[in-house]
C-alpha cells in the first residue's frame, strides 16, 4: 500500500542538522543505504535524522510543521547541495513510498522538494535495511562541554595513524573518581591533560577511536554552556548534548600504563617563550633533512643554543635563545614534534631533561585552574 507524507521545515534549520549528522555518513559502502541520511518522522511534529558509518553515528531532532502522516525513509546527500544555494524559507516536502509488488521488504521512495522559485526531485531509498546502532547503557557522567572540548584539543592531535596500533590511533579516556585524565600517543611522543574539576565515579575508562574524537570535536565547536552526558558500555560509548547524540564502537585492547612513560626525575629545567621557540624551529626546520626533522639542542647555565644540518647537502643553521638552565645538557629531539607539542601549550614552557637518551617532559609554566597538561617527547640520537 502506497504511503504518503507532506511536511514543511525552515531550510536554515534542515541544512544545519543535516550538515551535523552528514559528518558520519560515508561516501561509498558495501550497503548503499549507508550512504543516505535517514529520515524519521513522527505524529508528533519531530523529524529525527541518522548518519552513520555503523561505527560511527549521529543523531539529531529537529521541528517540522504541517505534518499529516509519519514515515521512515533515507535521503541522498545532495540534498544538502541543494539547500546551501537556497535562502531562508520554508522549503515543502512531500515524500511517498511504494512498495514493490514483487518484494514487499522493499519500496521505491520518491522525494519532491519545492521551494519559492521551484522545486526539485531527490534521490531517495528504503529505510528497510537502514540499521541504527542501538543506545547505550551502562555508567553514566556529565562534564561541561567545554572541558571536553579542552580535553581533546589537548591530546587528538598527539594521537598515531598507524592502523596496526589501533589503541594509538584513539585517546584515553582515564576515569577516577575524582578526576579525568585524556591521553593519547603515536609511540614517538606522548600527551595527559589531567582536569580534576571532572568527577566520575563508579564509571569505566574507555579508549576513543580518532576519527570519532575528530567528529565529536568538530560537533562541540563554537558551543557554549551546556552540559555533555557520557554513557559507555564495554564496547559502545555515546555522547549527548543539545538534540545531538554521538554514538561510537570502542577501540578494544587494553591500553598501557602511561604513567610509568614519564619520567619523575628530570631535574634539568629549561624555560622559554612557547611561541618564540616554536618560531625559532620553523626556521630552522628550512634547512634541516625534512626526513628526520632533527634538532639538536646545546642548553648552558645562561643561554642556549639550538643548531640542525643536512648532511646529505651543506645546509645547516645555528640560533641562540635566552633560556638559561640550572644544568648544561645536549640533546637531540624532533623539530616538527616539538612544534606540535608547544602549540598546545599558552605562554611559557617547561622542558625538563635528565640524559642526552631519556624522555623529554614539556609542561607550560602555568596550568589553567584545575587542570595538568604534562607532554613527553622522545629523543633523537646525536651523530
Avoid: W
Avoid at 76 to 105: G, M, W, Y
Amino acid at each position: 500500500m502506497e504511503e504518503k507524507v507532506i511536511f514543511k521545515v525552515s531550510k536554515n534549520e534542515l541544512l544545519h542538522h543535516l550538515q551535523r549528522v552528514s559528518k558520519a555518513v560515508l561516501d561509498k559502502s558495501t550497503l548503499p543505504v549507508y550512504t543516505y541520511i535517514l529520515f524519521e518522522l513522527g505524529s508528533n511534529k519531530t523529524l529525527q535524522l541518522t548518519g552513520t558509518t555503523t561505527e560511527i553515528q549521529i543523531e539529531t531532532s529537529l521541528e517540522v510543521v504541517e505534518v499529516d502522516n509519519s514515515l521512515t525513509f533515507c535521503v541522498d546527500k545532495s540534498i544538502i547541495n541543494i539547500l546551501k544555494t537556497l535562502p531562508e524559507q520554508p522549503v515543502h516536502f512531500e515524500v511517498t513510498r511504494v512498495p514493490d509488488p514483487a518484494d514487499s521488504e522493499n519500496a521505491s521512495v520518491t522525494i519532491a522538494l519545492s521551494h519559492s522559485t521551484g522545486n526539485a526531485i531527490i534521490p531517495g531509498m528504503d529505510a528497510t535495511y537502514f540499521e541504527k546502532m542501538k543506545a547505550v547503557t551502562g555508567q553514566s557522567f556529565k562534564m561541561p562541554i567545554e572541558s571536553l572540548r579542552r580535553g581533546l584539543s589537548m591530546t587528538k592531535k598527539f594521537a598515531g595513524i598507524d592502523a596496526m596500533k589501533p589503541t594509538q590511533t584513539a585517546v584515553f579516556f582515564d576515569l577516577k573518581e575524582d578526576h579525568i585524565v585524556f591521553v593519547s600517543t603515536n609511540g614517538q611522543y606522548m600527551s595527559r591533560f589531567k582536569d580534576n574539576s571532572v568527577k566520575c565515579p563508579e564509571c569505566k575508562s574507555f579508549i576513543f577511536g580518532l576519527s570519532a574524537v575528530n567528529i565529536t570535536s568538530s560537533l562541540i565547536e563554537g558551543i557554549s554552556g551546556v552540559e555533555v552526558e557520557i554513557i559507555s558500555s564495554e564496547s559502545n560509548v555515546s555522547f549527548s548534548f543539545l538534540e545531538i547524540i554521538v554514538t561510537s564502537r570502542l577501540v578494544e585492547g587494553r591500553y598501557p600504563n602511561y604513567n610509568s612513560v614519564f619520567p619523575q626525575n628530570n631535574q634539568i629545567k629549561m624555560h622559554v617563550d612557547s611561541k618564540y621557540l616554536s618560531s625559532v624551529l620553523n626556521r630552522l626546520l628550512t634547512v634541516a633533512n625534512p626526513l628526520v626533522g632533527l634538532i639538536k639542542l646545546e642548553s648552558g647555565m645562561i643561554d642556549s643554543t639550538l643548531s640542525t644540518a643536512d648532511e646529505f647537502s651543506t645546509k645547516a643553521a645555528k640560533e641562540s635563545i635566552d633560556s638559561g638552565s640550572n644544568i648544561e645538557i645536549t640533546i637531540g629531539f624532533s623539530g616538527p614534534q616539538m612544534i606540535d607539542i608547544l602549540s598546545v601549550i599558552n605562554g611559557n614552557a617547561i622542558l625538563a631533561f635528565s640524559a642526552p637518551e631519556r624522555p623529554i617532559l614539556i609542561k607550560p609554566e602555568k596550568d589553567e585552574e584545575e587542570c595538568e597538561l604534562t607532554l613527553l617527547s622522545m629523543p633523537l640520537i646525536l651523530k
